[in-house]
Each structure stands twice: as C-alpha cells, then as structure tokens.
C-alpha cells in the first residue's frame, strides 16, 4: 500500500530573534539594535546538522528583552559542535549546521533521558521569527 500524502510537520509558533555573533572580541553587552543592556539567559537552542539530525543545546546567550534577541558566539558554538562530531578537524564545516529555533527546558531536560525521534522532536521546536546578521564597525576615523 502507497501513499503520497506527504506527512505535515506543524512546527510551533516562532519566537524569538536571532543572531549569530562572528566576533571574538564583541560580547554584545549592549543590543545591538536598541542599545539597551543585554542580560545573560539559559536557552535551549536547536540546531539542524546536515539535514538529518536535529540537536538540543542548553547554553548561556546574550538575550535582549526589549527586542527579543538572541545572541551568541559563533566560536561557542564551533567548539561545541567540533566537540559532538569531528574527530578529525579538517571534517568540521560550520556551515553544515543551522541553528532555527528554540525548544522548552522541561523538553530539553526530557531528551536528555529518552531518545525522542526526530520526527517527534521537530514538534516541539519553537522557529525564530528572524535571523538578523550585525556588523560592527571597528572604532575609528570614517570618511564619509
Ligand atoms: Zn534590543
């Protein structure tokens, strides 16, 4: 017996933004958006490895109330996944992963004692509302 519905994955509502932090030295104490001062936040991030594995991190970011922004190191994230998957470190490409969203704690804290399929897991994944990119000007004189 064939059948051709293809399986609908409802995801959950989006929340949060989202952004990537490239600098090393940039902690992003301040939003980068509002200038507001960001606080530190445990969040359970969601990341997508090679279209095939989806994976929960529950990591300290920079998170800025007034936006709704998340933000974290690249490099944190680097080290982290480098440490989940690659012996050899000429295999490591970042770009095989992509973080997309958020799940809850008490989900987080429910995969890490029971295996949770992945066609379960997604489910449970809360989507960003938008990945946003900032670039920072190094201090200095600009010609205009
Ligand atoms: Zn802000």
Request: contains cysteine.
């Amino acid at each position: 017996m064939k059948s051709k519905t293809k399986k609908i994955i409802h995801l959950r509502k989006s929340r949060y933004y989202f952004s990537l932090n490239p600098y090393e030295n940039m902690a992003f104490t301040r939003c980068p958006k509002c200038d507001k001062k960001t606080k530190i936040r445990k969040i359970c991030l969601v990341a997508d490895f090679r279209r095939s594995k989806l994976l929960f991190m529950n990591l300290q970011c920079k998170y800025c109330q007034d936006c709704d922004l998340i933000i974290i190191k690249k490099s944190k994230l680097e080290h982290i996944f480098r440490n989940m998957f690659c012996d050899n470190e000429n295999d490591f490409n970042f770009n095989e992963f992509f973080i997309f969203g958020t799940i809850d704690r008490k989900d987080f804290l429910k995969s890490n004692i029971e295996n949770i399929p992945s066609h379960k897991a997604i489910e449970l994944v809360y989507p960003f509302k938008d990945i946003w990119k900032f670039e920072i000007r190094p201090a200095g004189w600009y010609k205009d």
